[in-house]
């Protein structure tokens, strides 16, 4: 697990994000796209989708950290994280988000950049900080 924890940096609380299988990713800000991009096949029209926050929420007026009232549909994800090394890194949901009806897709990236999340059924409630992906693997 070594390899993981030193290809990041930006963690939120190391002991608690490496209790499990892997390396665990924390969200940092979730965001909505509001304006479509372009795909063309030789990339001279490409352009990135128009993208805004998603309101937070405290749940209690004396929360430290906020909470996203997420309805059905797509969001983007940030994470807290960032891959710091020369390597490629293996990223998928944590199963505590699968078994409440959200997912993203699995992805081996070289930097960790945002990831689509789903959100079926009626909702989730997600908390800043929250764990909510697993790297599996770290390749150099």
């Known amino acids: 697990m070594s390899t993981a924890v030193d290809a990041f940096e930006g963690l939120v609380h190391e002991p608690t994000q490496t209790g499990g299988r892997g390396l665990d990713l924390t ?12 795909v063309d096949f030789g990339g001279g029209e490409l352009s990135s989708a128009e993208t805004a926050p998603h309101e937070r929420r405290a749940r ?5 950290y906020d909470w996203w ?16 090394a020369d390597a490629t890194a293996t990223v998928q949901t944590r199963d505590v988000l699968l ?7 699995t992805v081996t990236v070289a930097e960790l950049g945002r990831v689509p999340l789903s959100v079926g059924g009626a909702g989730l409630r997600l908390k800043e900080n929250a764990r909510v992906s697993t790297v599996l693997e770290v390749s150099q």
């Not at 940092?28 to 372009?38: I, L």
């Not at 209690?60 to 430290?64: A, I, K």
């Not at 078994?99 to 897709?105: K, L, V």
Request: charged share 30%; hydrophobic share 30%.
């Open 27 to 38: 969200v940092a800000d979730v965001r909505e796209v509001t304006a479509p991009g372009r």
């Open 99 to 105: 078994e409440r009806g959200a997912f993203h897709p």
């Open 60 to 64: 209690h007026p004396e929360d430290d």
């Open 69 to 84: 009232h997420l309805g059905p549909g797509r969001y983007l994800l940030e994470y807290n994280e960032s891959l710091v």
